[in-house]
Each structure stands twice: as structure tokens, then as C-alpha cells.
């Protein structure tokens, strides 16, 4: 079964600032997919960037970026110029490519909860 | 405006009572998944569904029974087997071949056992 962990329950940064959150995944999978949700107060899921397992280059959406390491089975978050609004859970999601028997399946982590200090 | 609604936004039941938690989708969207969410804890796959009448097994599936009749719908049945139900539940979907695409979540279902 396919596994995802978040090592960090809870990080915090200075706005402005950057921060790392981290993720490692567990897979025989060759065919599979990666994400990185946001959830704030309102609970409201929100996507903040993804990975398709087969692309060697590394996945950025304006200040949010990844560090795809497929061999370590790593998918960080790196998040710069870290803004008030920034402040939520952050959760790690793997889902199961069409070449799998699960396909489809998806697996999230147990969250990061990112505090950005004024 | 197309979206995923779940309903009701609260929910009370009874211990040994069966409830149903509805999901409708008006996106066209083929795969349907329910999560189940603890305080402070990440979500947990219940149950999903590719295609109509046809779902899988998530990692938590005991005590919980789901249906997939119409494409637009996918309401999932917490069963008085469900030892400890009171939880916040999503339900979310991906269009067709969007294996690589966000899923859409609803606004969710928190469920108290009273």
C-alpha cells in the first residue's frame, strides 16, 4: 500500500521569509502522481502545486515550488516570501497514475500546520 | 456555477443509527471520493469510485457503505458498525483521464455521535 508521511506536524515562519515543508511518499507504483494541498481555517481544500512521477523537472507555481527527488521518494514544499495568508494546514498527496491496479486512488499525509509570524 | 456540494454541514446521530451523507457533483466528473478527516489529523480514503456502479475500498472502508448509481452522486452510509463515526467528512472529484488534475472537494459533513 502506498504510503505518505509528513514528518513535521508544525512549522512556523517570518513573513517574508521562506520555508521548506517536507514529504516522503512509499511506493512500487512507476505511474503515480503528487501533490501538495492547502487547508485553511474555513477547511476548504485548496491545490497548491503537482507533480506528474514521470517529469524529472521540478513543478513551480509563482512563490510555491517543489523538490521532486524521485529515487528518495521526497516531494518538498518550498514556499518564499512566506505572506500572512500563507498560514494553514498543508497536506501531501499521492495518487495511484492509470498505469496502476489502484488507479485512481489517492493518499494524503497527516498535514503540516504552517504559522507565518508578522 | 459548477461545483461539489455535500450536505448536511452538520450532522447528529444517535449511537446504533445508520446516516447517510450526500455528494452531489454537477462537473461532469467520473472518479468521486469520500475522506474522512480527524482533528489536527489528515484526510483518510474511505471509499472512491472511477466510474457509475462501480467503487473500491479505501484504507478505512469498515463501517462504512457507499453507492454510485448516477454519476452525479456518490453518498456514503456511516453504519452503527462504525465504532467511532464522529469525525469531519469530505467528499471531492477529478474529471475523466484527470488522473493528473486537482481534485474538487466539497465544503464538508462534520458528523457528531450524540
Known amino acids: 500500500a502506498q504510503t505518505v508521511t509528513q514528518s513535521q506536524p508544525e512549522m512556523s515562519v517570518q513573513e517574508a521569509e521562506t520555508v521548506t515543508l517536507s514529504c516522503t511518499y512509499d511506493?512500487?507504483?512507476?505511474?503515480?502522481?503528487l501533490f501538495w494541498y492547502k487547508q485553511p481555517p474555513s477547511r476548504q481544500m485548496i491545490l497548491v502545486i503537482r507533480q506528474e512521477a514521470y517529469k524529472q523537472q521540478n513543478a513551480t507555481e509563482n512563490r510555491f515550488s517543489v523538490n521532486f527527488q524521485k529515487a528518495a521518494k521526497s516531494f518538498s514544499l518550498k514556499i518564499s516570501d512566506s505572506q500572512l495568508g500563507d498560514a494553514a494546514m498543508y497536506f501531501c498527496?499521492?495518487?495511484?497514475?492509470?498505469?496502476?491496479?489502484?488507479?485512481?486512488?489517492?493518499?494524503f499525509g497527516d498535514g503540516t500546520t504552517l504559522t507565518v509570524k508578522p | 456555477d459548477g461545483g461539489i456540494t455535500q450536505s448536511p454541514k452538520y450532522l447528529f446521530r444517535k449511537e446504533g443509527q445508520n446516516v447517510t451523507l450526500s455528494c452531489e457533483q454537477n462537473l461532469n466528473h467520473d472518479a468521486m471520493y469520500w475522506y474522512r478527516q480527524d482533528p489536527g489529523q489528515g484526510l483518510r480514503l474511505i471509499y472512491y469510485s472511477q466510474i457509475v456502479n462501480d467503487f473500491q475500498k479505501g484504507d478505512i472502508a469498515e463501517g462504512y457503505s457507499v453507492s454510485r448509481e448516477k454519476k452525479e452522486s456518490f453518498p456514503l452510509t456511516v453504519t452503527s458498525a462504525q465504532k467511532n463515526p464522529t469525525a469531519f467528512y469530505l467528499c471531492a472529484s477529478i474529471r475523466r483521464g484527470g488522473l493528473n488534475t486537482e481534485a474538487f472537494f466539497g465544503q464538508g459533513t462534520r458528523l457528531t455521535v450524540v
Open positions: 498527496a499521492y495518487r495511484s497514475g492509470g498505469g496502476s491496479t489502484n488507479a485512481g486512488k489517492s493518499t
Open positions: 511506493t512500487s507504483e512507476s505511474d503515480y502522481y
